[in-house]
């Protein structure tokens, strides 16, 4: 199917290549000429697992297929117009920018061009400034940037059809792997409101969505935030929304009848409630769901939580270069509030041994003040002091054995990720100098630290900046670094995985 749907169902010569087409009886016959059908995602598992470079020619064809949009416009015959722009297109933000963000992704995948990199980041934030987010439904986009213009026009547009050509998937991909935070909450927002009450779209909106269809389908949306959340109750949610069946199957339409001869010319067992559409919706909601469901959990027992009531010396102990501990951490409206003139490192005060997850939030201030400066969201973790205390400048640390990553480094100009070996060198293992990988300021950031049978890992907002194999011991102290910079920590918490 993936052979057919790639050679025969698509355009390789012509007007219309490289899109795909839908069919009848015949193929071709259809005027759909469309990126939904000759999207790059339905290939992109075969060509990993054959390794055949004929689908990876395929997958090539369509880093460019947007371009098409120029000349054939793929919703003409609903009321879409072509951009009077040149070098640029009318673009849905569903069925058509799911299957170009699904080509340059892929393509980036397997070539690294930072270039295609950046013109899913600008698409990405650009569909995240539109008036409504996805539900603004499409703009015109610059073909070269893949940033869209800011459609002014203010009108609500969404499609029952939007999510379910691969939109759902590539954006779960994106938020894995490109850091941008108002796109992931645009997205998230997206997958909250399809199926929520009209209320709560009139709040969230202005306006209800009217009545939409394949609601069963579009429950695993709701799924996937509940899971990015780490929410139970969102969760259930969705699934009473899949069991509710709209647009779907509900347990009766499972109902096999015998039918015989003479009214076939064998007997045979059929389900009659039984569509195409309603059992490929089912059936993708049904297994979206079961993945998902456990990621809405904890990942495991809490070990410690601290919401920061007040600086517990027990739990966390205090190393200042040349502030007094006492003023350069101290607790303040609910959060732990670093102010560092020089290197300054917390540790807490218990080591962790095993699997674990240390999570947390973190935001860098930048208001005026005299230790604000956007640099250096540090942490150290696995680190084998002993316990005991060192003096809280660098170089101090280079003989101790640990991960260390940093995040906005040198003035904001660099994220990167070392393992110390304890001989003074700082063996870099990652480094990242592309803005999304850089500092914001006054915008909070989740950070998950993993210490697992794979290794370790480290998220920002969900998205893997780091990931290193084995462990640099069974046990190991961690701590909250910085150096000139002022930062909030809240939501603090260790869970035993």
């Keep these: 199917m993936t052979r057919h749907t790639g050679e025969v169902d698509v355009y390789h010569i012509g007007r219309f290549a490289p899109l795909g087409t839908r069919h009848g009886v015949q193929h071709w016959g259809d005027s759909a000429k469309q990126l939904r059908i000759s999207t790059a995602l339905n290939r992109r598992f075969l060509y990993y697992l054959a390794a055949d ?122 938020l894995r792997n490109l850091p941008e935070p108002a796109f992931r909450a645009a997205w998230l927002d997206y997958c909250r409101l399809y199926n929520a009450t009209p209320g709560q779209q009139r709040a969230a909106l202005g306006q209800d969505l009217g009545k939409l269809n394949l609601s069963q389908g579009h429950a695993r949306l709701l799924g996937y935030a509940a899971a990015l959340a780490r929410d139970p109750a969102l969760m259930a949610q969705a699934w009473r929304q899949f069991d509710a069946g709209k647009a779907g199957l509900v347990d009766s339409d499972f109902a096999v009848r015998r ?35 456990p990621l809405a959990r904890p990942p495991g027992p809490v070990l410690l939580r601290d919401d920061f009531a007040r600086l517990d010396p027990r739990r966390w102990r205090v190393e200042a270069e040349s502030d007094p501990p006492q003023a350069a951490a101290v607790v303040r409206d609910g959060a732990l509030e670093l102010a560092a003139t020089a290197g300054l490192t917390v540790w807490l005060a218990q080591p962790l041994h095993g699997h674990y997850e240390i999570a947390f939030t973190r935001t860098v ?6 230790h604000d400066r956007v640099s250096d969201l540090n942490m150290f973790w696995q680190a084998q002091t002993g316990g005991r205390a060192l003096s809280g400048r660098l170089a101090d640390y280079d003989r101790v054995p640990m991960y260390y990553a940093g995040i906005g480094g040198n003035g904001n100009t660099t994220t990167r990720f070392r393992r110390l070996d304890g001989s003074g060198t700082r063996q870099l293992l990652q480094e990242y100098t592309a803005a999304p990988y850089l500092l914001r300021p006054n915008r909070p950031y989740r950070i998950r630290i993993v210490v697992d049978g794979a290794g370790t890992r480290v998220y920002v907002d969900g998205v893997q900046f780091f990931g290193a194999a084995g462990a640099v011991a069974e046990s190991g102290w961690f701590a909250l670094r910085t150096t000139k910079s002022r930062q909030r920590v809240t939501d603090f918490v260790i869970y035993r995985l």
């Design 53 to 174: 470079e004929r689908i990876g020619d395929l997958l090539d064809e369509q880093v460019e297929a947007v371009r098409r949009l120029r000349d054939v416009v793929p919703g003409r015959k609903v009321g879409q117009v072509a951009a009077t722009q040149a070098g640029h297109a009318s673009v849905s933000f569903g069925t058509d920018w799911g299957a170009i963000a699904s080509a340059w992704f892929i393509a980036w995948e397997r070539h690294g061009e930072p270039a295609l990199r950046d013109r899913l980041l600008a698409g990405m934030a650009s569909i995240a400034a539109q008036p409504h987010g996805f539900f603004t439904g499409g703009a015109v986009m610059n073909l070269d940037t893949g940033a869209f213009l800011r459609e002014t026009a203010g009108r609500l547009s969404v499609s029952h059809l939007s999510a379910v050509f691969g939109l759902t998937e590539i954006c779960a991909e994106l």
């Design 259 to 293: 039918v015989r001869a003479p009214a076939v010319l064998a007997d045979v067992d059929e389900a009659p409630g039984i569509s195409t559409n309603a059992a490929a919706q089912w059936g993708l909601g049904a297994m979206g769901l079961l993945a998902l469901e």
């Design 365 to 370: 201030l930048e208001d005026g003040g005299p």
